[in-house]
């Protein structure tokens, strides 16, 4: 995985049909995605409970683009072997979710995968100042984490900028989560985010056999994300 900070969408499958997950993920590639997130959740850090490795694992071979597995569990360390082994290209994980970030976060990419922190609504970008050099991405929560299609925060862009700033020239992405939409995106692209997480927005209308809906979808984000960008 090189470097970039061109708009990438990844589209979270929490949205997509898990019945079907393989040809859902085909389907949004062949379409145009960059990447793909995948929504792992616990049902104690958060109120909602989805897959686990096993599943992250059969997923796996499906996936030509980037595995984007994003981590809602706590605690996180007694699993991050068993994610790294399914195959993650990136694991990020919640600024919470642990008792050692740091510690967290070297053994993450001692696995051989990048490392992101992630940040609730209520959790301020300085949580991460001190572990700038140990992280490959920070995940901005623009929802609080557990359930697809709740309404993006606001407060959130402000933070995007914040963190852009507190990077500097580190080769660090900015994704953010929850509520993007092609109404949304601008903001926070212009804010300096460059990953754009969406499930409801993606996979709203489409199926599998309806795929170009998702390329549509994927391409109505994209193009407001990148305007705002070449307009700022
Ligand atoms: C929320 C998840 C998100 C979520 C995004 O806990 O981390 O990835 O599925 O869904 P939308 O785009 O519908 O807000
Ligand atoms: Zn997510």
Redesign the pocket.
């Known amino acids: 995985m090189s470097f970039d900070r061109s708009i990438k969408i990844s589209p979270?499958i929490?949205?997509a049909d898990f019945a079907n997950l393989g040809a859902e993920i085909e389907a949004i590639e062949a379409q145009g995605c960059d990447w793909v997130?995948v929504?792992v959740?616990d049902g104690h850090y958060?109120p909602?409970i989805s897959i686990g490795p096993g599943v992250c694992q059969a997923i796996r071979k499906h996936i030509k683009t980037v595995m984007d597995v994003?981590l809602?569990i706590a605690p996180v360390d007694p699993y991050l072997e068993a994610f790294a082994a399914a195959g993650s290209d990136i694991i990020t994980i919640h600024a919470e979710a642990g008792p050692h970030l740091d510690r967290s976060l070297q053994l993450i990419r001692s696995l051989g995968c990048k490392a992101g922190v992630s940040l609730n609504p209520s959790t301020p970008p300085e949580h991460i100042e001190y572990v700038l050099d140990r992280i490959d991405l920070v995940l901005v929560?623009?929802?609080?984490?557990?359930?697809?299609?709740?309404s993006?925060i606001a407060s959130q862009v402000e933070k995007v900028r914040k963190l852009r700033k507190m990077i500097g020239k580190r080769n660090i992405h900015i994704e953010v989560?929850?509520?993007?939409?092609p109404e949304t995106a601008p903001l926070v692209a212009a804010a300096g985010a460059d990953v754009l997480?969406?499930?409801?927005?993606?996979f709203k209308g489409g199926s599998v056999q309806n795929p170009e809906r998702y390329g549509e979808n994927i391409r109505a984000i994209r193009d407001a994300a990148m305007q705002a960008v070449t307009a700022g």
Not at 141 to 150: A, D, E, I, L, Y
Not at 197 to 202: E, L, P, Y
Request: overall charge negative; glycine content about 18%.
């Open positions: 979270s929490l949205s997130h929504d959740m958060v909602n994003h809602m929560m623009s929802v609080n984490p557990g359930f697809g299609g709740q993006f989560d929850g509520g993007i939409t997480v969406a499930g409801s927005a993606v």
